[in-house]
């Protein structure tokens, strides 16, 4: 379906696959060439304008070199339509991975049932087949985190090179993605050096730190600076200045979820029983079930490992990411953290079985919704905010707009914080008067 208009690509999709074709036809990443001779003609039907600024003479855009790399054998098989459906295969991977980790935490049905819905929601449809890195990102999360369970249960040297291999490719996707990885290679470390394994758990942490050092030489040598962003005409990683820019984007914390046009929950109302995931597991730790049940302590460990996963992500997306919305479905930023969110919701789906089977029936039809209109030609493509009031119709116009100084916007975030603050003390006060 299309992008835009008449293109199938937008946003940076088509500087992706410029530089695949730059790295089949030329075996490297200057796209000066490319440009010159308009290569993104066959993929794109307007003028294609280079971005960033030169390096050393050659153009080296800022979405940098490690997804190019990825896709660039799909694309010499059969150009950007081989490369979408080698990028949905790797999201349905990351789903399918998803399902064996819900399994950790609840039994079936609620374990596939509950990534079934996350992964036929709008988010997942529009970016498995899209040339962004993020499921892609998602999925190799979601190996590591299954690779460092197995390393805890029983520590196997196969265990830790998959996540170490895993781990280590991810900022090669996105400078972003450091932040989710982060606690997946501190528990791998600990629980593979806990099994006895310390050789294993000091190889896995030299091979990351190596990549990691070779990923940011690299990007020195290409672009200038510590990531691709430095070939961005001069302008930083996050677009913002320490610490100011960073307060201002503390809405961003409500807005990622509930903003009528870029909200997740908006779109996936689905992903709400992430959020009774976090609680329960926060309810099944007090309570310290796992004294008697030691079952429920490997589950509460897998909840904990996803969560610490989609914590990482909603910092990136609130604070590290320049903008919140753009040429791009809504969402993009948490995308990456779709699979262990899924997992995270078999839980909330097996304690509120009807609440969850209403949102996941809101979640398909947002998606049928969408589908339809895409095919009709009622929505005018993926990018930016479709323009549909799937699945809330009439209703969308209670969520808040953030960005445009709405008030409305404000105290929607000011009653959720209220709201979490007085759930906190009710608790905290259950706790201790029971003590």
Not at 144 to 154: K, Q
Not at 273 to 300: H, I, K, Y
Request: hydrophobic residues 55%.
């Amino acid at each position: 379906m299309r992008a835009f208009e008449d293109s199938e690509y937008g946003g940076d999709e088509p500087h992706h696959l410029l530089a695949a074709e730059s790295i089949v036809s030329d075996a490297d990443v200057d796209l000066t060439d490319e440009y010159a001779t308009r290569a993104y003609a066959g993929f794109y039907p307007k003028v294609l304008h280079p971005q960033g600024r030169l390096t050393l003479g050659r153009r080296h855009e800022p979405q940098g070199v490690g997804f190019p790399l990825l896709i660039a054998p799909a694309y010499a098989l059969g150009g950007a339509e081989v490369v979408e459906l080698f990028l949905a295969a790797v999201a349905a991977a990351g789903f399918v991975l998803a399902a064996v980790l819900a399994r950790r935490i609840v039994p079936e049905p609620w374990a596939t049932a509950a990534v079934l819905l996350t992964g036929l929601s709008p988010p997942a449809l529009a970016y498995s087949a899209t040339v962004y890195p993020e499921l892609t990102a998602g999925a190799l999360l979601a190996g590591a985190a299954l690779a460092t369970l197995c390393a805890r249960d029983r520590a196997r040297m196969r265990h830790a090179v998959t996540a170490t291999v895993l781990l280590a490719a991810l900022p090669w996707l996105g400078p972003e993605y450091l932040l989710p990885a982060a606690p997946v290679a501190v528990q791998l470390v600990r629980w593979t050096a806990r099994q006895g394994q310390r050789m294993a758990a000091i190889a896995a942490m030299e091979v990351m730190v190596g990549s990691l050092v070779f990923y940011l030489t690299l990007n020195d040598r290409l672009f200038g600076g510590l990531t691709p962003h430095a070939a961005d005409a001069g302008a930083s990683a996050t677009g913002a200045a320490f610490p100011l820019d960073y307060l201002e984007r503390v809405p961003r914390l409500a807005g990622l979820w509930i903003d009528r046009d870029h909200g997740s929950l908006r779109w996936a109302p689905v992903l709400a029983l992430s959020f009774f995931a976090a609680w329960l597991l926060w309810r099944s730790r007090r309570s310290r079930v796992a004294r008697v049940a030691p079952e429920r302590l490997d589950a509460e460990v897998a909840a904990a490992l996803l969560l610490a996963i989609c914590a990482g992500q909603v910092a990136a997306a609130a604070f590290a990411a320049p903008t919140m919305s753009g040429s791009w479905f809504p969402g993009r930023h948490l995308a990456a953290a779709l699979p262990a969110a899924a997992a995270l919701a078999a839980w909330g789906l097996r304690h509120a079985p009807r609440t969850g089977s209403a949102l996941g029936a809101l979640t398909l039809l947002a998606s049928g919704w969408l589908a339809v209109g895409l095919a009709r030609g009622d929505v005018d493509g993926w990018t930016g905010a479709p323009a549909s009031s799937a699945p809330w119709g009439p209703a969308e116009r209670l969520l808040p707009v953030y960005g445009t100084g709405s008030t409305w916007a404000g105290v929607a975030a000011s009653v959720l914080a209220a709201a979490l603050l007085a759930l906190v003390a009710r608790e905290w006060w259950r706790a201790r008067t029971a003590g």
